[in-house]
């Protein structure tokens, strides 16, 4: 019996799941090579325009030195903290329709946001945003020279970002079975992407724990040589008789 066949494209027109949103919300965001556009908020309650100013240039220079083009910036006086966006509602949308306006895609506010205010924040501005934190540890990252270093600062980025993790264009909330990597039926977004980074934090815990015992031993060699050239250096050598 002969059997004659013909190779089948498996549906290339299948799209990935949730449109390839997914795959690109695990990959760390120090990672990615391709700028993004940012529109910067100095906001405060520094009545100072001098002061006010220099706060906005600060913020800017450390987006540049983090690689992303800044296509707009404004300045915001903070009369109120409003506990669920820091800025309420409306300038909320305000400042997401000018960021929207000017090609932005992400809003780097020079403030501390809490994980639940940045949360909220994006739910409004329908964008993702980042403080004044997160910025400035990935531009440590960024310029960490040592492996070790490097460890150091991602752990610190991590656990910055687990009590964050949250994706616009994906419900966090939604059941994740049939996805690569999760634990079938039940199993959020959020739930799924909280896993993977635990898992990385395990793993660089343990490389800085090798790293600390590495450094140890070195420290306690040094101090093994330094005391065996001073007995040799004070003993004084015997004489032939």
Same mark, same amino acid.
């Given at each position: 019996m002969r059997f @004659?066949?013909?190779?089948v494209h498996e549906h290339a027109e299948v799209?990935?799941?949730?449109? /390839?949103?997914?795959?690109?919300?695990?990959e760390p965001r120090q990672t990615t090579t391709e700028p993004t556009g940012v529109y910067v908020l100095s906001v405060g309650r520094e009545r100072d325009a001098l002061i006010r100013q220099a706060q906005l240039q600060e913020i800017c220079e450390l987006v540049r %030195?983090?690689?992303?083009?800044?296509?707009?910036?404004?300045i915001r006086m903070l009369t109120k903290s409003h506990p669920r966006t820091l800025l309420g509602?409306?300038?909320?949308?305000? !400042?997401?329709?000018r960021a929207r306006a000017c090609g932005a895609r992400m809003i780097v506010l020079d403030a501390e946001?809490?994980?639940? +205010?940045? *949360?909220?924040?994006?739910?409004?501005?329908?964008?993702p945003v980042c403080d004044r934190e997160g910025i400035i540890l990935n531009v440590f990252l +960024?310029?960490?020279?040592?492996? *070790? %270093?490097?460890?150091? !600062?991602?752990?610190?980025?991590?656990? @910055?970002l687990r009590?964050?993790?949250? /994706?616009?264009?994906?419900?966090?909330?939604?059941?994740?079975g049939g996805v690569k990597g999760s634990r079938g039926p039940g199993e959020t977004a959020s739930e799924l992407l909280a896993r993977k980074l635990d898992s990385r934090l395990a793993e660089l815990e343990k490389l800085q724990l090798k790293f600390q015992r590495s450094e140890l031993q070195q420290r306690q060699g040094r101090s093994k040589c330094r005391r065996i050239a001073l007995v040799g250096y004070t003993t004084p050598a015997k004489r032939p008789s």
């Open positions: @004659y066949s013909q190779p799209p990935l799941a949730d449109e /390839g949103e997914w795959e690109r919300l695990v %030195a983090q690689g992303d083009p800044i296509l707009g910036q404004e509602k409306g300038s909320c949308q305000e !400042v997401a329709e946001l809490s994980p639940s +205010q940045m *949360r909220n924040f994006e739910d409004l501005a329908g964008m +960024q310029h960490a020279s040592t492996r *070790r %270093a490097r460890v150091q !600062v991602e752990i610190a980025q991590l656990e @910055y009590p964050r993790i949250r /994706g616009v264009g994906i419900d966090m909330d939604q059941q994740m």
